[in-house]
């Protein structure tokens, strides 16, 4: 393709494509030249006159370029950069919550656990198992079960604070705390249920 321009003409209703096999300055054809034919007997081949017109898939690949100017692809790249953003950003949300399933639902089989903890070994997210968690408290104390004293110094979160007295529940204790649970929203009724049958 050495020697030869794509020229799009506007003269019609519908642009024109043609493949000039011109010589000269920039781009091979000088602005005021025409784009016809070439003098040049080792350019290529010849078309006898600069409107001739080629194929439509090659007229529409002349127009798709003369469309993507560098405003336009600059903001393709934008948008595409947006999409894949969105879509890492959800994965790695679904794979942490894999994770943190995975890491609770092992150390649930290990001794008392916090009510959090068995919340997201339910298949709870960590913003979740606080609600549910809660509301389980309350069938505790309905039930008065009490559990495990513990003492921490490290929230679930990750910060450090003063030791205060905590409690943590077995997978029996939860059981009995999900059956006389009865949650409004699905995904806590689901994990209910799961909890229920965890024991």
């Given at each position: ?6 020229a ?9 494509v043609v493949?000039s ?5 920039a ?5 005021s030249?025409?784009l016809?034919?070439?003098?040049d ?12 017109r080629l ?5 529409a690949?002349?127009?798709a ?5 560098p405003?336009?692809r ?5 948008v ?19 994770r943190d399933?995975?890491?609770a639902?092992?150390r ?5 656990r916090?009510l ?6 339910a298949?709870l997210?960590?913003?979740?198992a606080?609600?549910c968690?809660?509301g389980?408290?309350?069938?505790a104390?309905r039930?008065?079960?009490r ?12 910060h ?7 409690w943590r529940?077995?997978?029996d ?6 059956a006389?649970?009865r949650?409004r929203?699905?995904?806590y009724?689901a994990?209910a ?7």
């Amino acid at each position: 393709m050495a020697g030869g321009v794509l020229a799009v003409t506007f003269g019609g209703p519908v642009p024109e494509v043609v493949w000039s096999t011109c010589s000269g300055s920039a781009f091979g054809v000088p602005r005021s030249a025409s784009l016809g034919v070439s003098k040049d007997k080792e350019a290529g081949p010849r078309l006898d006159s600069n409107r001739a017109r080629l194929t439509p898939t090659t007229r529409a690949i002349g127009v798709a370029i003369m469309a993507l100017t560098p405003a336009r692809r600059r903001a393709r790249r934008q948008v595409l950069a947006a999409a894949l953003r969105e879509r890492t950003r959800t994965h790695r949300a679904a794979a942490r919550a894999r994770r943190d399933t995975v890491r609770a639902a092992r150390r649930v089989q290990n001794g008392p656990r916090s009510l959090a903890t068995h919340a997201i070994a339910a298949g709870l997210e960590r913003a979740q198992a606080s609600g549910c968690a809660s509301g389980l408290r309350t069938a505790a104390q309905r039930l008065g079960i009490r559990g495990t004293a513990a003492r921490i110094r490290r929230t679930s979160t990750g910060h450090t604070r003063r030791a205060v007295t905590v409690w943590r529940y077995s997978r029996d204790e939860v059981a009995l705390m999900a059956a006389a649970y009865r949650p409004r929203r699905p995904d806590y009724r689901a994990a209910a249920a799961r909890l229920a049958v965890a024991a």
